[in-house]
């Protein structure tokens, strides 16, 4: 079986989460071109290779686990973004964008470092207030309430041509 992985880069980073809940007997070989995951436990064996897209710094990359989460942030060797993280092209369906810490390429490197991790959107979102349920819809017009439909101003201009007609 394989765990969630979760990736993200920056011009100069990425951002590797693997998430399983029961990281007991993890293994991490970390290459300059590739990784190894292995986590054993009594129940079931977790693993994954990927070769990466280009090489990375092993030396001057981290990692750090919280709960049932292992962050790795992997130096890449050259500042550079890359278009995938594998150098393989098939889909790899155990691997996922992480856009809790996604730097789109066009932004600068200083809006980058600032990037705060663990966003949750739609908290953020919540906060801001809003337009309510909406359930005054039905009553609304022009600043006095008069707005009338085009049908009707079209109907109102067919009248008054055909009064003028049979005048």
Known sequence: HHPTVLWAQCKDTIYLT???????????????NSIDFKNTTDKQDHAFHSNFYKLVSPKESKKSTTGHKMLMVLKKAEGEWWPHLTKELT??????????HWVNEDKSEDKASMVPTGMDFLQ???GMGGMGSLGGLGNIGGADGSFEDAAD?????DNNDQEKSTK
């Open 91 to 100: 889909k790899l369906n155990f691997l996922k964008t992480d856009f809790n």
């Open 153 to 157: 101003e079209e109907e109102d201009s």
């Open 18 to 32: 693997i998430d399983l809940h029961n990281m007991q007997n993890m293994n991490i070989d970390l290459q300059p």
């Open 124 to 126: 953020i979102m919540g």
